[in-house]
């Protein structure tokens, strides 16, 4: 009797543990996991802004929580190595998104990679480098500055900075991009119909032998000579991110003009080529950094002959992707693309209304197709 008691006590103690006298739910006995976001953008040396971006993220919401990873230095020759850092990121399940910005050469291959593994998560491509129908049917959503609108701005802006004169600097790799090359060639035409003389000159690639540091010293000396060829009126653009720096302290100091850098934004290039120092505290501050950016152009007699657009719109890429992809992992909205939640998103990232374009272009057969996830961003321009 007492063996049979004792038993019977010791179940009842064991119940009482396992079902908290039947007040438990799966909810209680289960914490809830965090949702994971992956980064991806180039190093410091390629393009610092998207990486402060990143950084940023980290920041507001943890290394818990954000997941950073960046693509090799020369990403043309280590596709193999990108496609392996996306998968790392797959391999976590609680991670659900990756925003890659910019979407280096590799992106489509890696993106692919991930569906096969993980089709369940949301891909979003900032700055695509690839074919867009291609990088289209392997990423859920594209962001891009609208580069053909482009085509037209930049020559139209420059003409009304009194440029007489538009050298465009680039290369063979950047060439063979379909939306670079198409840009190119709409700017040489309008160019043309606004009286502007079209300079199609060559740079060298900064993923070549003579790297970036070589790349740059070609445009610090090489801008120089241009104006003393084609005139101060001359209007300067380069298809590259990591030679901002020298082109824009190069035209100022040759008395050119600078009408927009490859991402239009008050971050890239300028700080660095005028010396500007941002304090912590203004760190973002859109407003501040337009401000600091006219003086220093003003000391060296330049001002009127600048411009760029008021918002860091490939920053806003990144910061609206992780809001974006964070709101569809908790289940806030269902679908991947999503058009009215990603404006609202990308409109809070960049203070200002924003609006975007559908890609409409042909495939590799001439057909005429519209990408309803490719979109493209067009703002207009702050002079300095």
């Given at each position: 009797m007492f063996k049979k008691g004792f038993l019977l006590l010791l179940t009842m103690m064991l119940l009482v543990v396992f079902t908290g006298c039947g007040k438990s739910t799966p909810a209680q006995s289960e914490a809830p996991k965090k949702v994971k976001i992956g980064i991806m953008t180039?190093?410091?040396?390629?393009?610092?802004?998207?990486?402060?971006?990143?950084?940023?993220?980290?920041?507001?919401?943890?290394?818990?929580?954000?997941?950073?990873?960046?693509?090799?230095?020369?990403?043309?020759?280590?596709?193999?190595?990108?496609?392996?850092?996306?998968?790392?990121f797959a391999a976590d399940p609680d991670c659900k998104a990756i925003i890659m910005c910019p979407a280096v050469p590799g992106c489509a291959a890696a993106f692919e990679k991930v569906k096969e593994v993980r089709p369940d998560m949301l891909l979003i491509a900032g700055a695509p480098n690839e074919d867009p129908d291609m990088v289209a049917k392997k990423a859920d959503i594209i962001l891009n500055v609208d580069e053909l609108a482009m085509g037209r701005t930049i020559p139209a802006q420059a003409k009304k900075l009194g440029a007489t004169t538009l050298v465009h600097?680039?290369?063979?790799?950047?060439?063979?991009?379909?939306?670079?090359?198409?840009?190119?060639?709409?700017?040489?035409?309008?160019?043309?119909?606004?009286?502007?003389?079209?300079?199609d000159a060559t740079a060298p690639d900064p993923l070549g032998d003579a790297g970036v540091p070589g790349a740059q010293q070609f445009i610090l000396e090489d801008v120089p000579r241009k104006v003393n060829e084609f005139g101060k009126n001359t209007n300067f653009f380069n298809t590259n991110c990591a030679m901002q720096e020298p082109l824009i302290k190069a035209t100022l100091d040759a008395g050119g003009i600078d009408a927009q850098q490859c991402c239009p934004s008050p971050f890239h290039g300028y700080p660095g080529a005028l010396g500007i120092q941002i304090p912590a505290e203004k760190a973002g501050d859109v407003s501040y950094v337009i401000g600091q950016i006219k003086a220093k152009i003003a000391e060296k007699n330049g001002t009127g002959r600048f411009?760029?657009?008021?918002?860091?719109?490939?920053?806003?890429?990144?910061e609206a992707g992780v809001e974006y992809s964070k709101d569809w992992a908790e289940g806030k909205f269902k679908e991947k693309n999503n058009k009215e939640i990603l404006m609202k998103k990308l409109s809070e990232a960049t203070g200002t209304k924003i609006e975007a374009q559908i890609l409409?272009?042909?495939?590799?057969?001439?057909?005429?197709i519209t990408l309803d996830n490719f979109y493209l961003i067009l703002i207009d321009y702050v002079t300095l």
């Open positions: 180039t190093t410091v040396a390629q393009n610092e802004e998207e990486y402060r971006a990143a950084e940023k993220m980290v920041k507001k919401y943890g290394k818990d929580v954000i997941l950073f990873k960046t693509t090799p230095d020369n990403f043309m020759k280590e596709q193999e190595t990108t496609i392996s850092n996306m998968l790392a600097y680039s290369f063979p790799r950047h060439m063979s991009y379909p939306l670079l090359a198409q840009r190119r060639d709409i700017m040489k035409v309008e160019s043309e119909k606004l009286g502007l003389k079209f300079i411009s760029t657009w008021p918002v860091p719109v490939n920053m806003s890429f990144i409409k272009t042909t495939d590799k057969t001439g057909k005429e």
